[in-house]
């Protein structure tokens, strides 16, 4: 009896010991995978903390995934030299070009399409009539020289803004009423306000900063729905290989979870209820 219960003793432990075996690699996997408690960190544009849309989507990822969510808003430009520097584990940006150009640089693995609004001109209703028409307005800002607050920060609307100009071969500095605010979107718009003059702005900040403000908004949209004012937003994982201290697990979990369809449903409704229309349409899995 004694022996019996030796053997059997024996078989448990090897049968203990076949399921770790056997477990090894699921055991690798969830090594891989992000941990309750994880902390990500982003580097995004002034844009998604303006609109209030990182407060939104913040807890709901940490409920979804146990990572919590901490960003640095700064300018697009600056975004991306965050991740050049490996400073953070994800950049959430609106510069096409430059994050394409961060990734063949090694920089980053991967672009996802995220999102996208688009950027219009606020401003007095006089002396420029409405329109959509970019290139006329923009030219006739410059030809009458009328105040224009431009963010001159490297953001992703700064560098839209300097596009424009140089498509139609115009200095803007040499305009004596073109100001530079060296700030986030909010401040320019305030700027811009204070001072009855022109700014290019996304929707989105536009939309939320004019009605929540406490200063009264006597600017308004005046140019819009033109092509080359379309703003795309675009989410990338700094690369691992270059730097190996990046959460790179988390920033992953992040791009699978704001790319899915649960959560670009919670994009397309996110401002409808209270703005009268979306800040941002979801666009994951398409090619912009």
Same mark, same amino acid.
């Given at each position: 009896m004694k022996l019996k219960k030796v053997l059997v003793l024996l078989l448990s432990g090897m049968m203990v010991l #076949?399921?770790? =075996?056997?477990?090894?690699?699921?055991?690798?996997?969830?090594?891989?995978?992000?941990?309750?408690?994880? @902390?990500?960190? %982003?580097?995004? @544009?002034? #844009?998604?903390?303006?609109?209030?849309?990182?407060?939104?989507?913040?807890?709901?990822? /940490?409920? +979804?995934?146990?990572? +919590?969510?901490?960003?640095? =808003?700064?300018?697009?430009?600056?975004?991306?030299? %965050?991740?050049?520097?490996?400073?953070?584990?994800?950049?959430?940006?609106? =510069? /096409? =070009?430059?994050?394409?150009?961060?990734?063949?640089?090694?920089?980053?693995?991967?672009?996802?399409?995220?999102?996208?609004?688009?950027?219009?001109?606020?401003?007095?209703?006089?002396?420029?009539?409405?329109?959509?028409?970019?290139?006329? $307005? $923009?030219?006739?800002?410059?030809?009458?020289?009328? @105040? $224009?607050?431009?963010?001159?920060? +490297?953001?992703? @609307?700064? /560098?839209?803004?300097?596009?424009?100009?140089?498509g139609l071969g115009i200095d803007p500095h040499a305009n004596p009423n073109y100001l530079e605010s060296g700030q986030g979107m909010g401040a320019t718009l305030t700027m811009a306000n204070e001072k009855n003059a022109y700014c290019l702005t996304d929707r989105g900040t536009w939309l939320k900063q004019s009605k929540d403000s406490e200063n009264e908004y006597t600017i308004d949209i005046v140019c819009e729905g033109g092509k080359e004012l379309l703003n795309q937003y675009g989410v990338i994982a700094v690369n691992p290989e270059k730097y190996p201290e990046v959460n790179n697990e988390a920033a992953n979990a992040f791009i699978e979870w704001i790319t899915s369809d649960k959560v670009q449903k919670l994009i397309a409704e996110y401002g409808v209820e209270e703005y009268g229309q979306a800040l941002f349409t979801p666009n994951a899995g398409t090619d912009n």
């Amino acid at each position: 009896m004694k022996l019996k219960k030796v053997l059997v003793l024996l078989l448990s432990g090897m049968m203990v010991l #076949s399921f770790a =075996a056997c477990g090894g690699g699921s055991s690798e996997e969830e090594a891989a995978a992000p941990e309750e408690g994880d @902390t990500l960190m %982003m580097a995004t @544009t002034t #844009s998604t903390e303006d609109t209030g849309l990182l407060d939104y989507l913040q807890p709901l990822f /940490k409920e +979804d995934t146990g990572i +919590d969510l901490q960003w640095t =808003a700064v300018g697009t430009g600056e975004a991306l030299k %965050m991740g050049e520097d490996g400073q953070v584990d994800v950049v959430l940006v609106h =510069a /096409k =070009a430059s994050e394409e150009e961060f990734v063949a640089n090694g920089f980053g693995v991967e672009r996802f399409p995220v999102m996208y609004n688009d950027f219009v001109v606020v401003g007095p209703a006089e002396p420029l009539e409405k329109t959509d028409d970019v290139a006329a $307005f $923009f030219g006739a800002l410059n030809d009458q020289q009328l @105040t $224009f607050v431009s963010r001159g920060d +490297d953001s992703g @609307t700064d /560098k839209k803004e300097k596009k424009i100009w140089e498509g139609l071969g115009i200095d803007p500095h040499a305009n004596p009423n073109y100001l530079e605010s060296g700030q986030g979107m909010g401040a320019t718009l305030t700027m811009a306000n204070e001072k009855n003059a022109y700014c290019l702005t996304d929707r989105g900040t536009w939309l939320k900063q004019s009605k929540d403000s406490e200063n009264e908004y006597t600017i308004d949209i005046v140019c819009e729905g033109g092509k080359e004012l379309l703003n795309q937003y675009g989410v990338i994982a700094v690369n691992p290989e270059k730097y190996p201290e990046v959460n790179n697990e988390a920033a992953n979990a992040f791009i699978e979870w704001i790319t899915s369809d649960k959560v670009q449903k919670l994009i397309a409704e996110y401002g409808v209820e209270e703005y009268g229309q979306a800040l941002f349409t979801p666009n994951a899995g398409t090619d912009n």
